[in-house]
């Protein structure tokens, strides 16, 4: 007797395609002990009459399981269980025991309790998600992207697949990014300038831990990037924040002892303001008087469709005493965490070198199948259609917002992907986050963004790289009710 067909169900929320869910299924009821060695599976024209999909996808699923030795064919009798499929543990569970240890003093150095915010996981259900850095699945150029893996996968790249690079990176992408990225951003560099990354959040810790001391003082904009607060907090150097204005960093309040600046010029982070060339060659200027380092975070800057994105500050650098991070994961998709540094020699080697001691390298797969999207033109067609989209909704952003008279505290002249606003000085943020929570919309309170103790509750970010054109208005038309309620 086959298993009762009622025993298979396809979660509403499952990922993959309908064969991936079918054999993930069958394979975690084997796992799990509740399909036994031997027993018989419902035929694929019953699975499927049952599960309202095609016969044909269950017949396929099933070949693939036979393939894996989870399940044997017996000719016209159908599929069973195979004797050979992995068997469930045969223990239990050991019990809950007390845990007498005092984790309070055990802990040498404490991590958690930044200020980094966190964001639904759930956001792609709500209505009206503006909420920063997420990638438009209607945007992104999924069948390239999987062919290049495909192709990453092949015999021809096996070595690239396998091989621990210890501390080295694949050099296909480094060509990539060393003949083609950097001098989009008037860069020059040799390869072993250039050092691949977990991100840009994770170049920004590499810069941190290489660089700064408990005895060294680093600089940031106010407001910044807050996990870039984190991440300074955590090497207990001094930190002194320092309050942008409307072209951004000011280079006259760094204070003389410092030994590196932070600093986002290009698209400041959260005001989106983009620091003018005057004070660029000032910035420059100001850090070889007090023989300081700059850590130029570039981010975002593919999406500039209504200007060209004004010169990178390391493009200017004469003394080598600029660290430039870019990274693949804004203008792909935030999960791949695909980043690069670009620096002097001697600060490239010492970070290479502390990436080998945390985690060898990224995955070298990961690393190919990006330098395949990249040289095989993909990923300029990618971002071309993603400006397209972007500047057609900030289009509709901006309409809805004068509309309501909602002020823009910080647009971005050259493009991006949000806008910095501040709302009358009685609306707490936070508290007006919440409250739309409740009605499908999502944004990002502007508090964390601040530095002291004291911070401005008034401030909250709009992205708009995932909201629907269609949905735009009508989500900017709710906050503003919001906000009008709250005043």
Same mark, same amino acid.
Request: glycine share 6%; proline share 7%; hydrophobic share 40%.
């Given at each position: 007797?086959?298993?009762? /067909?009622? &025993? ?8 993959? @395609? ?37 016969? #044909? ?8 399981? *036979?393939?894996?030795?989870? !399940? ?39 991590? $958690?309790?930044? /200020?980094?915010? $966190? ?19 209607? *945007? ?9 893996? !495909? ?5 021809? %790249?096996?070595?690239?697949?396998? +091989? ?16 083609? &990225? ?13 050092? #691949? +990354? ?12 290489? *660089? ?18 984190? #991440? *300074? ?5 001094? /930190? ?23 600093? @986002? ?5 959260? @005001?989106? @303001? +983009? ?20 850590? =130029? ?10 200007? $060209? ?8 650098? +004469? %003394? ?27 600060? #490239? ?77 009685? /609306? ?45 208005? =009508?989500?900017? %038309? ?10």
């Amino acid at each position: 007797m086959a298993l009762p /067909v009622e &025993t298979f169900f396809l979660h509403p929320g499952a990922q993959g @395609t309908l064969q991936q869910q079918i054999q993930q299924m069958i394979a975690q009821g084997i796992l799990s002990g509740r399909f036994q060695h031997g027993e018989k599976l419902p035929s694929t024209r019953k699975l499927a009459g049952h599960l309202s999909i095609s016969r #044909i996808t269950v017949t396929i699923a099933y070949t693939e399981l *036979l393939a894996n030795d989870y !399940l044997i064919s017996k000719g016209r009798s159908g599929y069973f269980v195979s004797e050979n499929a992995p068997a469930p543990p045969r223990f239990s569970p050991a019990a809950q025991e007390t845990d007498v240890v005092d984790w309070s003093r055990a802990i040498g150095q404490k991590f $958690s309790g930044g /200020v980094t915010p $966190s964001k639904p996981q759930d956001w792609a259900k709500y209505r009206y998600p503006f909420i920063y850095g997420q990638a438009d699945p209607t *945007l992104f150029d999924h069948a390239n992207w999987r062919l290049c893996a !495909l192709q990453a996968l092949g015999q021809r %790249d096996f070595t690239s697949l396998t +091989t621990d690079y210890y501390d080295k990176d694949d050099p296909q992408l480094i060509e990539f990014i060393a003949r083609h &990225t950097l001098p989009r951003r008037g860069i020059s560099a040799r390869p072993e300038q250039i050092l #691949i +990354t977990l991100g840009a959040q994770n170049a920004l810790w590499l810069t941190t831990q290489v *660089l700064l001391t408990q005895r060294r003082r680093a600089v940031l904009e106010d407001p910044c990037y807050h996990a870039l607060r984190d #991440i *300074l907090s955590q090497s207990r150097c001094h /930190v002194t924040p320092v309050r942008v204005d409307q072209d951004g960093l000011p280079p006259d309040a760094i204070p003389p002892n410092t030994d590196v600046i932070f600093t @986002t010029p290009s698209h400041q982070c959260p @005001t989106n @303001t +983009t620091m003018p060339m005057n004070r660029r060659l000032a910035l420059l200027e100001r850090a070889r008087e007090m023989d300081a380092l700059i850590v =130029e975070d570039d981010y975002e800057f593919e999406m500039s469709f209504l200007k $060209s994105p004004s010169p990178a500050l390391k493009s200017l650098d +004469t %003394d080598g005493r600029v660290i430039y991070v870019g990274s693949f994961s804004k203008s792909l998709f935030p999960g791949l965490r695909l980043g690069y540094l670009v620096g002097s020699e001697p600060f #490239i080697r010492e970070a290479r070198a502390l990436r080998a001691s945390v985690l060898r390298h990224p995955p070298g797969h990961i690393q190919r199948t990006a330098s395949y999207f990249l040289s095989l033109g993909h990923y300029d067609a990618l971002i071309r259609k993603m400006a397209t989209a972007l500047q057609d909704r900030r289009r509709v952003m901006e309409a809805a917002l004068a509309a309501h008279d909602l002020e823009v505290s910080g647009r971005g002249y050259h493009g991006g992907s949000s806008f910095w606003m501040r709302a009358p000085n009685e /609306v707490d943020t936070d508290a007006l986050a919440r409250r739309l929570n409740k009605k499908g919309v999502l944004i990002e309170p502007g508090r964390a963004f601040f530095a002291g103790d004291v911070k401005p509750a008034n401030y909250y970010r709009l992205a708009y790289s995932s909201v629907p054109t269609t949905r735009i208005a =009508e989500g900017v %038309d709710l906050i503003a009710q919001e906000i009008r309620e709250m005043s």
